[in-house]
C-alpha cells in the first residue's frame, strides 16, 4: 500500500501539473478538442486512483470536476469562471496530496463548498443561455484582437470568451510528456547518492593518476585508463540521468501569466520555446524564483495596459516570449516581452539619486551601460510598488540567485517597444572542469568556463603589466585589462617580488561581458573538480565560490570570478549585458586620429588631431610668466601654454601643440611627439583625474587620452563662446563640456556657425529664441534624453523639417531605430568626424535646394 | 609548483572516538581537550574523531580563528584556532596539527588543540559557581564550569564559538 501511495502522489503531480497548463490553453483555444479530452482522462485517471486508494476527499473532488469538464468536452468551450474553479480544484487536490505526502493520510477538512460551485457550475453549462451570461471575456481574450477566433465546432455562437488562441503557443500542449515504455521512477535521494558517490569516485580516480605519475612500475597504468575512462563514463551517464527538460519549470508559466493578467488588467500572450531543453535538476530549483520573477516583471512593469498599448498603435495583447536553448556548455533563457521597455532617463535619475557612481560617470556611460544599475541593490524604477512585482524580490537578488550559480543575467531594452532578459546558466553544478594555478605557496582552482586565455606577463624584455593611474592593469593586444592582485589577497610578502617566480602568467578571466586578469605565478592543472561549498564562518568571502580536494588529497578554494572583479571594483552592476560587447564592435570600426606624444610620467599621452590646429617647436626661453599664467610668444603673436612638462634645462626647444579652440590659440607644452595613428576611441578605463579622460592601449602601449577642455578652461575660459558668422546656423545639444568642445571646432572648421547647449532644456530654449538649421543632440542625457528633445522640437511650428541629427558613442542598431521613431533624420558616431561633416554638408545642401532629398542622404548618412 | 604549495593530509593516525551506549543520562559526557596548558570539556555528542594534519590549507580574508581547511577522507573541514577564539597563546605546532573534529548544523569543523584527554561524565550538581563575572579570557563570557575529581573543567559550547566566527568576519589585519 505505502508503495501504491508514493507511487500514486508522484503520479498525480505529475497530472495535475498537465491539467493546469492545459486547461489554461484550452479556455484560450476551446477548439483544441484534443486538449479538453486529454484533461478528462487525466482528472477521470486521478478519481480512478482516488477511489481505489479509498482517498475519499480526493474522490470526490476529482469526481465533481470531472463532470465539470465533462460538459465543456462536450460543449467545446469553458467560461473563464469555470477555468478558474477547476485551478481552484486543482489548489485544493495538491494541497490535500501535500498533506498526504507528509503523514500518509487525507487531511481531515470540508470541500463541500467548492464542489457545490463545481456542481452548480456543470449545471449551468447545461443551459446555454445562463451559460452565456456568466461568460465574460478573459484577459487574454480581448474582444479587439485582430484575428478571427478560430472557433470550431462550438454549438452557440455565443461569449466572446472562445477568443482567439496565442498559435505560437500550440505546441506546447502537444507536447504529451507521457511516460515513455521502458522508464521507471528512481527517487531523487538515490539519485543524489549515486552523484556523491560518483563525485568521490572522481576524485580517488584523480588520485590514483597523481600517484601513477609518479610511480615507476607502469603494470598499473593500462588498468588505471581503463577505470578513468569508465569513470569518465559513469560520470557523464548519472549527469544524464539527472537532466531533466526545464519544461517542468515552464508548466507552471501558461497559469501564472494567466492569473497575473488578470489581476493586473492585462492581456499577454505567453510563447513558450525550447521546453525539451534539458538542464540539471538541481539548477531547475535554482532558476526557479529568478524566471517566475522576471516574468511577473515583464507583465507588471513592462507590457502596458490594452488602451494604452492601442495608443501607442501595438496590439492590445501583449506578447511573452520565454525561449530556452543550450549553448555551449550553457543553457540561455531568454524572457521577451513588447512591453513598454525601459526608461533610461530614469534609471540615470535613480542611479544618481541611489549615489551608486558620480554624475560625470553616469554622464559618460551609454544607455546598455546604465540600463544595468537595475541590477543594483534597493533599485526599482517603478514609482509605484504593486504588489505583484515590488515585493522585496529584486532584480538584485534575481542576479544573485543566477550569480550564484555561476550564471549571469543581462538585458538589452529598446525604450517603448521591448526588453529582453538573458539568463545564463551552467548546465550542472555538480562536476566542473577548473584550471588549477599558483600564487606564491597558494594554489586555487577557477572554473575553467570562465576562462578566457592565459598569456605570459613578459614579452621578451617588456612586461605587459603596468601600472597606470595606481593601478595595476594588463596590456593584451588592443586591450587594457584590469588586474586582481592575488598575492595582495593572499597577504604574500610583497618584498618578495622574485621576478623569476612571481606573476609569470595573467589569466584572462570573462565575466557577462568584461575581462580582467589574474596574475599568478603557473598553471599547475585542468581538473574535473566538485565543487564543495564553504563552511558558514568562511561564507561571506565572495571571491571564493567553494573548495574542492585536487587528486594529491590537498585542498584548494575555488576562485569565484565575479566575487573576485568585485574586489577590484569592477561594477557588478556593469558586467552583465550581452550586447555591450556587440555595441563595442560596432562602435570600433569607427576610427579617430590621434596624435601621440609623451609629456613626463612613464604613459604615453594622446589628443584627437582634430583638436590641433598645428604644433610648433618652440625656444625655452619664448615662454614667459605673465599675470599668473604662461605666456608663449612666438612669430609676433602670444598665447597662452600649458607646462604638460617641467622642461629642463638639457633642450633649447620644445614641441607645443597649438590648439585652436573658437579660433583663439592655445599651447601645450610636451616633451616628445611620438606619431599620430589611427584608432578606436576605446576606453578601457575611465579616468581618475579631471585631466585625464581614460586610458587605452595604442600601439602597444598604454596611453592616457587626455581631456582638452582641463587645459582650455585654465588657459583660455572665456573661449568657449566666441562666434561665427556662417550661412547655416547650428545647434550641439550634449551634457559632455568635452563633447561640445570636441566638435564645435570641427564644425565650425568646416563652415557652419555654431551653438551649444547643455541640456535638452536649454536647448528648446534657444530654438525658440533663434533659427537653427540643424540640430545635433546627444542621445543620453540626463533629465530629458535626445530622443525626447527631438520629439518636442517637431512639435515647435517651422521646425517639423529641419535636420535633427542623434549623436552617439555608440551609432548601434538600437540607437537607430530608436532616433527614427523619435523622428530624428539620423544618427552619427560622436567622433565620426568625416561622416559627421558629410552628413551636415548633404542634408543642408538639401535643405538650400531640395528638401525632400534629406531623407534620402541621411539615411546614407546612417551607413557611415 | 612549489613546495610549500602542497597542502598534503595525512590521516593514516585518525581514530573515531566510540560513542558509549546510550543510557539514561544521570550525566552529561563530555571530552577534555588541552589548549595552551588549560583544560576544556566539549560536548561529547558533537565529537567525531580526532586526527593529525600535516598541513592546512589557508583561506585567504578569513577571520582570524579559521585556520583553514583539512581533508580528512575525503571530507573537508574548517580547521579553527581555539587558542585564538580564546585568547590564548598556542604551543608552536611543529607543522603538523592535531585537531578535533566536530560536526555542527551538517557542517564539519576541526578544533587545533595540544591534546586529546578522555571521556568524563559531568553532572549538574557539579557544577562549580565562581563569584565575578570576569572571564579569564578577553572576549567571552565567563564558561560554565564544573568539578571533575580535582580538576575544575570549563564547558565550551561549540554554537557559541562558531557563531562568534560567524559575527566577527573582520579581515585580520597585514601582520
Same mark, same amino acid.
Given at each position: 500500500?505505502?508503495?501504491?501511495?508514493s507511487?500514486?502522489?508522484?503520479?498525480a503531480?505529475e497530472?495535475?501539473?498537465?491539467?493546469?497548463r492545459?486547461?489554461?490553453?484550452?479556455?484560450?483555444?476551446?477548439?483544441?478538442?484534443?486538449?479538453?479530452?486529454?484533461?478528462?482522462?487525466?482528472?477521470?485517471?486521478?478519481?480512478?486512483?482516488s477511489g481505489?486508494?479509498?482517498?475519499?476527499?480526493?474522490?470526490k473532488?476529482? %469526481?465533481?470536476?470531472?463532470?465539470?469538464?465533462?460538459?465543456?468536452?462536450?460543449?467545446?468551450?469553458?467560461?473563464?469562471?469555470?477555468?478558474?474553479?477547476?485551478?481552484q480544484?486543482?489548489?485544493s487536490?495538491?494541497?490535500? +496530496?501535500?498533506?498526504?505526502?507528509?503523514?500518509?493520510?487525507?487531511?481531515?477538512?470540508?470541500?463541500?463548498?467548492?464542489?457545490?460551485?463545481?456542481?452548480?457550475?456543470?449545471r449551468n453549462?447545461?443551459?446555454?443561455?445562463?451559460?452565456?451570461?456568466?461568460?465574460?471575456?478573459?484577459?487574454?481574450?480581448?474582444e479587439?484582437?485582430?484575428?478571427?477566433?478560430?472557433?470550431?465546432?462550438?454549438?452557440?455562437?455565443?461569449?466572446?470568451?472562445?477568443?482567439?488562441?496565442?498559435?505560437?503557443?500550440?505546441?506546447?500542449t502537444?507536447?504529451?510528456?507521457?511516460?515513455?515504455?521502458?522508464?521507471?521512477?528512481?527517487?531523487?535521494? +538515490?539519485l543524489?547518492?549515486?552523484?556523491r558517490l560518483?563525485?568521490?569516485?572522481?576524485?580517488?580516480?584523480?588520485?590514483l593518476?597523481?600517484?601513477?605519475?609518479?610511480?615507476?612500475?607502469?603494470?598499473i597504468?593500462?588498468?588505471?585508463?581503463?577505470?578513468?575512462?569508465?569513470?569518465?563514463?559513469?560520470?557523464?551517464?548519472?549527469?544524464?540521468?539527472r537532466?531533466?527538460?526545464?519544461?517542468?519549470?515552464?508548466?507552471?508559466?501558461?497559469?501564472?501569466?494567466?492569473e497575473?493578467?488578470?489581476?493586473?488588467?492585462?492581456?499577454?500572450?505567453?510563447?513558450?520555446?525550447?521546453?525539451?531543453?534539458?538542464?540539471?535538476?538541481?539548477?531547475?530549483?535554482?532558476?526557479?524564483?529568478?524566471?517566475?520573477?522576471?516574468?511577473?516583471n515583464c507583465?507588471?512593469?513592462?507590457?502596458?495596459?490594452?488602451?494604452e498599448?492601442?495608443?501607442?498603435?501595438?496590439?492590445?495583447?501583449?506578447?511573452?516570449?520565454?525561449?530556452?536553448?543550450?549553448?555551449?556548455?550553457?543553457?540561455?533563457?531568454? #524572457?521577451?516581452?513588447?512591453?513598454?521597455?525601459?526608461?533610461?532617463?530614469?534609471?540615470?535619475?535613480?542611479?544618481?539619486?541611489?549615489? @551608486?557612481?558620480?554624475?560625470a560617470?553616469?554622464?559618460?556611460?551609454?544607455?546598455?551601460?546604465?540600463?544595468?544599475f537595475?541590477?543594483?541593490?534597493?533599485?526599482?524604477?517603478?514609482?509605484k510598488?504593486?504588489h505583484?512585482s515590488?515585493?522585496?524580490?529584486?532584480?538584485?537578488?534575481?542576479?544573485?540567485?543566477?550569480?550564484?550559480?555561476?550564471?549571469?543575467?543581462s538585458?538589452?531594452?529598446?525604450?517603448?517597444?521591448?526588453?529582453?532578459?538573458?539568463l545564463?546558466?551552467?548546465?550542472?553544478?555538480?562536476?566542473?572542469?577548473?584550471?588549477?594555478?599558483?600564487?606564491?605557496?597558494? =594554489?586555487?582552482?577557477?572554473?575553467q568556463?570562465?576562462?578566457?586565455?592565459?598569456?605570459?606577463?613578459?614579452d621578451?624584455?617588456?612586461?605587459?603589466?603596468?601600472?597606470?593611474?595606481?593601478?595595476?592593469?594588463?596590456?593584451?593586444?588592443?586591450?587594457?585589462?584590469?588586474?586582481?592582485?592575488?598575492?595582495?589577497?593572499?597577504?604574500l610578502?610583497?618584498?618578495?617580488?622574485?621576478?623569476? %617566480?612571481?606573476?609569470?602568467?595573467?589569466?584572462?578571466? =570573462?565575466?557577462?561581458a568584461?575581462?580582467?586578469?589574474?596574475?599568478?605565478?603557473?598553471?599547475?592543472d585542468?581538473?574535473?573538480?566538485?565543487?564543495?561549498p564553504?563552511?558558514s564562518?568562511?561564507?561571506?568571502?565572495?571571491?571564493?565560490?567553494?573548495?574542492?580536494?585536487?587528486?594529491?588529497?590537498?585542498v584548494?578554494?575555488?576562485?569565484?570570478?565575479?566575487g573576485?572583479?568585485?574586489? #577590484?571594483? @569592477?561594477?557588478?552592476?556593469?558586467?552583465?549585458?550581452?550586447?555591450?560587447?556587440?555595441?563595442?564592435?560596432?562602435y570600433?570600426?569607427?576610427?579617430?586620429?590621434?596624435?601621440?606624444?609623451?609629456?613626463?610620467?612613464?604613459?604615453?599621452?594622446a589628443?584627437?588631431?582634430?583638436?590641433?590646429s598645428?604644433?610648433?617647436e618652440?625656444a #625655452?626661453?619664448?615662454?614667459?610668466?605673465?599675470?599668473?599664467?604662461?605666456?608663449?610668444?612666438?612669430?609676433?603673436?602670444?598665447?597662452?601654454?600649458?607646462m604638460?612638462?617641467?622642461?629642463?634645462?638639457?633642450?633649447?626647444?620644445?614641441?607645443?601643440?597649438?590648439?585652436?579652440?573658437?579660433?583663439?590659440?592655445?599651447?601645450?607644452?610636451v616633451?616628445?611627439?611620438?606619431?599620430?595613428?589611427? %584608432?578606436?576611441?576605446?576606453i578601457?578605463?575611465?579616468?581618475?583625474?579631471?585631466?585625464v579622460?581614460?586610458?587605452?592601449?595604442?600601439r602597444?602601449?598604454?596611453?592616457?587620452?587626455?581631456?582638452?577642455?582641463?587645459?582650455?578652461?585654465s588657459?583660455?575660459?572665456?573661449?568657449?563662446a566666441?562666434?561665427?558668422?556662417?550661412?547655416?546656423? @547650428?545647434?550641439?545639444?550634449?551634457?559632455?563640456?568635452?563633447?561640445?568642445d570636441m566638435?564645435?571646432p570641427?564644425?565650425?572648421?568646416?563652415?557652419?556657425?555654431?551653438?551649444?547647449?547643455?541640456?535638452?532644456e536649454?536647448?528648446?530654449?534657444?530654438?525658440?529664441?533663434?533659427?537653427?538649421?540643424?540640430?545635433?543632440?546627444?542621445?543620453?542625457?540626463?533629465?530629458?534624453?535626445?530622443?525626447?528633445?527631438?520629439?518636442?522640437?517637431?512639435?515647435?511650428?517651422?521646425?517639423?523639417?529641419?535636420?535633427?541629427?542623434?549623436?552617439?558613442?555608440?551609432?548601434g542598431?538600437?540607437?537607430?531605430?530608436?532616433?527614427?521613431?523619435?523622428?530624428?533624420?539620423?544618427?552619427?558616431?560622436?567622433?565620426?568626424?568625416?561622416?559627421?561633416?558629410? #552628413?551636415?554638408?548633404?542634408?543642408?545642401?538639401?535643405?538650400?535646394?531640395?528638401?525632400?532629398?534629406?531623407?534620402?542622404?541621411?539615411?546614407?548618412?546612417?551607413?557611415? | 609548483?612549489?613546495?610549500?604549495?602542497? *597542502? *598534503?593530509?595525512?590521516? &593514516?593516525?585518525?581514530?573515531?572516538i566510540r560513542k558509549?551506549?546510550?543510557?539514561? /543520562?544521570p550525566?552529561? *559526557?563530555?571530552?577534555?581537550?588541552e589548549?595552551?596548558g588549560?583544560?576544556?570539556?566539549?560536548?561529547?555528542?558533537?565529537?567525531?574523531?580526532?586526527?593529525?594534519?600535516?598541513s592546512?590549507?589557508?583561506?585567504?580574508?578569513?577571520?582570524?580563528?579559521? &585556520?583553514?581547511?583539512?581533508?580528512?577522507?575525503?571530507?573537508?573541514?574548517?580547521?579553527?584556532?581555539?587558542?585564538?577564539?580564546?585568547?590564548?597563546?598556542?604551543?608552536?605546532?611543529?607543522?603538523?596539527?592535531?585537531?578535533?573534529?566536530?560536526?555542527?548544523r551538517d557542517?564539519?569543523?576541526?578544533?587545533?588543540?595540544?591534546? &586529546?584527554?578522555?571521556?568524563?561524565?559531568?553532572?549538574?550538581?557539579?557544577r562549580?559557581?565562581?563569584?565575578?563575572?570576569?572571564?579569564?579570557?578577553?572576549?567571552?563570557?565567563?564558561?560554565?564550569t564544573? *568539578?571533575?575529581?580535582?580538576?575544575? /573543567?570549563? /564547558?565550551?559550547?561549540?554554537?557559541?564559538?562558531?557563531?562568534? /566566527?560567524?559575527?566577527?568576519i573582520?579581515?585580520?589585519?597585514?601582520?
Open positions: 500500500m505505502e508503495e501504491l501511495l507511487d500514486f502522489l508522484a503520479e503531480n497530472q495535475l501539473d498537465q491539467v493546469e492545459q486547461i489554461v490553453q484550452f479556455e484560450k483555444d476551446p477548439s483544441d478538442a484534443n486538449c479538453i479530452a486529454s484533461i478528462f482522462r487525466l482528472v477521470h485517471t486521478l478519481k480512478g486512483t481505489f486508494l479509498d482517498l475519499t476527499r480526493l474522490e473532488l476529482t %469526481h465533481s470536476a470531472e463532470t465539470l469538464l465533462g460538459r465543456a468536452r462536450d460543449r467545446g468551450r469553458a467560461s473563464p469562471e469555470q477555468v478558474s474553479l477547476i485551478l480544484t486543482i489548489d487536490i495538491q494541497e490535500i +496530496i501535500g498533506e498526504l505526502a507528509d503523514h500518509g493520510a487525507e487531511p481531515p477538512g470540508d470541500d463541500s463548498a467548492l464542489i457545490g460551485e463545481l456542481e452548480a457550475a456543470a453549462t447545461e443551459d446555454p443561455v445562463a451559460s452565456t451570461e456568466s461568460s465574460e471575456p478573459v484577459a487574454s481574450c480581448a479587439d484582437a485582430p484575428e478571427a477566433p478560430p472557433r470550431a465546432e462550438a454549438p452557440t455562437s455565443v461569449s466572446p470568451a472562445t477568443g482567439p488562441a496565442a498559435n505560437a503557443a500550440k505546441p506546447e502537444s507536447h504529451q510528456p507521457a511516460r515513455e515504455p521502458g522508464s521507471i521512477r528512481v527517487t531523487i535521494g +538515490i543524489e547518492r549515486i552523484m560518483v563525485s568521490e569516485l572522481v576524485l580517488t580516480r584523480n588520485q593518476i597523481d600517484l601513477s605519475s609518479k610511480a615507476t612500475d607502469t603494470a597504468s593500462a588498468p588505471l585508463q581503463r577505470l578513468s575512462a569508465i569513470t569518465s563514463d559513469l560520470q557523464d551517464s548519472i549527469m544524464q540521468a537532466m531533466q527538460p526545464i519544461d517542468r519549470l515552464f508548466a507552471s508559466l501558461p497559469r501564472m501569466v494567466r497575473l493578467t488578470i489581476d493586473l488588467g492585462k492581456q499577454a500572450n505567453l510563447v513558450v520555446e525550447g521546453s525539451d531543453t534539458e538542464l540539471d535538476r538541481q539548477l531547475i530549483d535554482h532558476i526557479r524564483d529568478p524566471l517566475m520573477h522576471l516574468i511577473r507583465l507588471d512593469h513592462g507590457i502596458e495596459p490594452p488602451d498599448r492601442i495608443a501607442m498603435g501595438k496590439p492590445a495583447h501583449g506578447l511573452v516570449r520565454v525561449t530556452a536553448a543550450q549553448d555551449a556548455g550553457f543553457i540561455s533563457i531568454k #524572457i521577451h516581452d513588447d512591453g513598454r521597455g525601459i526608461d533610461v532617463a530614469r534609471v540615470r535619475e535613480k542611479a544618481a539619486a541611489l549615489g @551608486l557612481t558620480d554624475e560617470q553616469l554622464a559618460s556611460m551609454s544607455n546598455d551601460e546604465v540600463c544595468r537595475i541590477f543594483a541593490p534597493g533599485f526599482s524604477t517603478a514609482r510598488v504593486t505583484v515590488g515585493r522585496g524580490f529584486g532584480m538584485d537578488v534575481v542576479r544573485e540567485n543566477i550569480e550564484s550559480i555561476g550564471g549571469t543575467v538585458l538589452t531594452t529598446v525604450y517603448g517597444q521591448s526588453t529582453t532578459f538573458t545564463k546558466v551552467p548546465l550542472t553544478l555538480a562536476i566542473i572542469p577548473a584550471l588549477i594555478f599558483s600564487v606564491g605557496s597558494f =594554489r586555487f582552482a577557477i572554473p568556463d570562465s576562462v578566457v586565455e592565459a598569456v605570459a606577463c613578459h621578451g624584455d617588456r612586461s605587459r603589466l603596468s601600472t597606470v593611474q595606481g593601478r595595476t592593469v594588463f596590456r593584451l593586444r588592443d586591450h587594457v585589462l584590469p588586474v586582481a592582485d592575488l598575492s595582495r589577497i593572499c597577504r610578502d610583497p618584498e618578495d617580488n622574485d621576478e623569476d %617566480h612571481r606573476n609569470k602568467l595573467a589569466i584572462v578571466t =570573462r565575466i557577462g568584461v575581462n580582467f586578469a589574474m596574475a599568478v605565478d603557473e598553471l599547475a585542468v581538473q574535473e573538480i566538485v565543487v564543495k564553504l563552511s564562518p568562511l561564507a561571506h568571502l565572495d571571491i571564493f565560490a567553494g573548495n574542492t580536494i585536487l587528486g594529491d588529497g590537498s584548494v578554494l575555488i576562485i569565484n570570478p565575479v573576485l572583479a568585485a574586489s #577590484i571594483g @569592477l561594477d557588478s552592476t556593469k558586467q552583465y549585458s550581452v550586447s555591450s560587447s556587440e555595441s563595442t564592435e560596432s570600433r570600426k569607427d576610427a579617430t586620429n590621434f596624435i601621440l606624444f609623451r609629456a613626463g610620467g612613464q604613459v604615453q599621452k589628443l584627437p588631431l582634430s583638436l590641433l598645428r604644433i610648433e618652440v #625655452i626661453t619664448d615662454i614667459v610668466d605673465s599675470d599668473g599664467q604662461k605666456l608663449l610668444k612666438h612669430n609676433g603673436m602670444i598665447m597662452p601654454v600649458v604638460l612638462v617641467e622642461p629642463d634645462g638639457q633642450r633649447e626647444t620644445w614641441p607645443v601643440l597649438v590648439v585652436g579652440v573658437g579660433g583663439e590659440p592655445m599651447g601645450l607644452v616633451s616628445e611627439i611620438v606619431d599620430t595613428i589611427e %584608432h578606436s576611441l576605446e578601457d578605463i575611465a579616468g581618475r583625474t579631471a585631466a579622460i581614460g586610458s587605452t592601449t595604442m602597444g602601449e598604454v596611453t592616457e587620452i587626455l581631456d582638452l577642455t582641463h587645459y582650455m578652461q588657459a583660455r575660459p572665456d573661449e568657449f566666441r562666434k561665427h558668422a556662417h550661412r547655416f546656423r @547650428l545647434l550641439i545639444v550634449d551634457d559632455k563640456l568635452f563633447f561640445r566638435l564645435a570641427i564644425i565650425a572648421a568646416a563652415g557652419y556657425e555654431v551653438n551649444t547647449a547643455a541640456s535638452a536649454d536647448a528648446l530654449s534657444l530654438i525658440r529664441k533663434n533659427r537653427f538649421d540643424a540640430i545635433l543632440t546627444d542621445v543620453d542625457m540626463p533629465d530629458v534624453n535626445g530622443y525626447e528633445l527631438a520629439k518636442s522640437v517637431r512639435e515647435i511650428a517651422s521646425y517639423e523639417k529641419t535636420p535633427i541629427i542623434a549623436l552617439d558613442a555608440f551609432a542598431e538600437e540607437v537607430v531605430k530608436a532616433a527614427k521613431m523619435a523622428g530624428m533624420t539620423g544618427v552619427i558616431g560622436k567622433f565620426d568626424r568625416k561622416a559627421l561633416i558629410s #552628413i551636415l554638408h548633404s542634408s543642408l545642401s538639401a535643405t538650400a535646394f531640395n528638401r525632400s532629398a534629406i531623407e534620402s542622404s541621411m539615411s546614407k548618412g546612417d551607413a557611415a | 609548483m612549489t613546495a610549500a604549495g602542497r *597542502q *598534503q593530509v595525512e590521516s &593514516a593516525d585518525a581514530f573515531t558509549p551506549p546510550m543510557r539514561p /543520562l550525566a552529561r *559526557q563530555v571530552f577534555t581537550i589548549i595552551a588549560n583544560w576544556f570539556g566539549i560536548p561529547i555528542d558533537k565529537v567525531r574523531t580526532v586526527f593529525r594534519a600535516n592546512i590549507t589557508p583561506v585567504p580574508m578569513a577571520p582570524k580563528a579559521v &585556520a583553514g581547511l583539512v581533508n580528512v577522507r575525503g571530507q573537508v573541514l574548517t580547521a579553527i584556532y581555539l587558542a585564538t577564539y580564546l585568547g590564548l597563546k598556542q604551543k608552536s605546532q611543529n607543522g603538523t596539527f592535531l585537531l578535533v573534529g566536530v560536526e555542527h557542517e564539519n569543523f576541526g578544533f587545533i588543540i595540544d591534546a &586529546a584527554g578522555n571521556i568524563l561524565d559531568i553532572d549538574e550538581t557539579d562549580v559557581l565562581i563569584p565575578g563575572s570576569q572571564s579569564e579570557y578577553r572576549h567571552i563570557l565567563p564558561l560554565p564544573y *568539578q571533575v575529581g580535582d580538576m575544575l /573543567l570549563p /564547558l565550551l559550547d561549540i554554537d557559541t564559538v562558531l557563531s562568534s /566566527l560567524r559575527t566577527a573582520a579581515a585580520p589585519e597585514r601582520s
